[in-house]
């Protein structure tokens, strides 16, 4: 039977995340155009408007991971939501207040990406306790399905809501999707027993723990190397492939935004092709095929010129394999880390990961004013193949399945640290 049918608890999480997610979506498209519409924002603010969400992973990130590892994930994650549900609500009573600038929507962009690094850092320590370790598979394929399903929604509804309401008053979109979320967290039954952590030791040392169990373990070092790479690459093409396809190919905007939609619902198909590839060929080479196959198709994107079916058919190849791939590492994770790390796993490996992010956006466009947009697009487009040679340059090429428990590495580590400090 379906995890969603016969555990009360997982539909609940899966219910509300899946409505934040769709609200989310629908803010990314509205924010901008907050700012350009109604604040006449410069490009370079709302690039920094773009930024600032994503800021607090490196702001805060590590810390988070510690703090979170300390308390109970669910009062976190209900807190988060609250904050969101608020900052999103201030914006449009700002503007009907004639009270909104930029520097306020500067500001609701840091605070709810905080918020952000809190809700998602606890979130993905609660989910391997909230489901069994067989369901773990199943758990991680329907929540990146149904996120992936639900960002395509929204992006697409996010232009029509902000052309029916304005874009301000879209944002109380997203508020109402973060109410959804809170109800569907207050109404899980299940309660977690407090953490095995030692509290009596410093932030700091919990925060160098967490680096430290990433920079030692070889799986874990190169999964986390890898997506720095990879997000490099991917955020490189996609800062600069609208405007490819609109001046370079000559498409319309409504037909770039239905191509964009289209290939990104690869990642639907992705996140449960990568739990069946798994369970077929192994976990390591579901990995490869996900990450270094499908993303080959990344090369047809260039050639969008010659037809814009080509721009789908890699578009929807990349796609499929970073979801496919990011469910395969999910449960990796939630088997092979102890459950008192998987938060200062979560905001190391996040630290790393997003921190590419803005660089990437920054190294494509960078590319697209110097070298023209057509090599820009090669250049970026190739990379994200070419990252997966970290993982063919690691002990994952030999190996059918990933390792399901870690063994005695890092519980030796955390005893050793308990001792120095309380030597």
Not at 200 to 227: H, M, N, P, Q, S
């Amino acid at each position: 039977m379906s995890l969603l049918r016969r555990h009360r608890d997982f539909r609940l999480l899966w219910i509300g995340e899946t409505i934040s997610r769709f609200g989310s979506a629908t803010s990314s498209v509205a924010l901008p155009l907050i700012a350009i519409s109604m604040l006449q924002a410069t490009t370079f603010q709302v690039g920094v408007l773009t930024a600032a969400a994503w800021a607090p992973w490196l702001l805060i990130g590590l810390p988070a991971g510690a703090w979170v590892d300390r308390v109970r994930r669910r009062p976190v994650m209900l807190a988060s939501s609250i904050a969101s549900l608020g900052l999103f609500a201030a914006v449009p009573i700002a503007a009907l207040a004639d009270l909104l600038t930029i520097r306020f929507l500067l500001a609701v962009a840091i605070v709810a990406g905080a918020s952000t690094v809190l809700f998602q850092t606890a979130y993905t320590a609660y989910l391997p306790r909230l489901i069994d370790p067989a369901d773990h598979a199943e758990g991680n394929a329907k929540l990146h399905g149904s996120a992936s399903a639900a960002q395509i929604v929204g992006l697409g509804c996010g232009g029509l809501v902000v052309q029916l309401a304005g874009p301000a008053n879209a944002l109380f979109i997203d508020a109402a999707t973060f109410l959804v979320a809170l109800a569907c967290l207050s109404a899980i039954r299940y309660r977690e027993q407090d953490t095995a952590v030692d509290h009596e030791a410093g932030l700091w040392a919990g925060i160098k723990l967490g680096i430290g169990y990433v920079a030692k373990d070889v799986w874990l070092r190169t999964l986390t190397l890898f997506g720095a790479i990879s997000n490099l690459a991917l955020m490189g093409y996609q800062a600069i492939v609208v405007v490819f396809l609109v001046r370079e190919a000559g498409l319309s905007a409504g037909t770039v935004g239905a191509l964009v939609a289209a290939a990104t619902s690869g990642g639907v198909a992705g996140a449960f092709a990568g739990r069946r590839l798994a369970a077929r060929f192994g976990t390591a080479r579901a990995l490869l095929l996900c990450e270094l196959g499908l993303p080959t198709l990344a090369l047809l994107i260039p050639l969008s010129m010659v037809s814009p079916w080509l721009y789908l058919a890699g578009g929807f190849g990349v796609s499929l394999g970073v979801v496919g791939g990011n469910v395969v590492k999910a449960t990796f994770q939630q088997s092979y880390c102890p459950p008192e790390l998987l938060g200062r796993l979560a905001a190391t490996t996040s630290f790393v990961n997003y921190g590419t992010i803005p660089l990437g956006a920054l190294f494509g466009g960078t590319l697209g004013q110097t070298l023209g947009l057509g090599p820009a697009l090669w250049i970026t487009t190739a990379g994200v193949p070419l990252a997966g040679l970290v993982l063919i340059a690691s002990p994952i090429r030999w190996r059918r399945d990933l390792p399901i428990h870690q063994g005695s590495v890092v519980p030796a580590t955390a005893a050793d640290s308990s001792r120095a400090r309380t030597a």
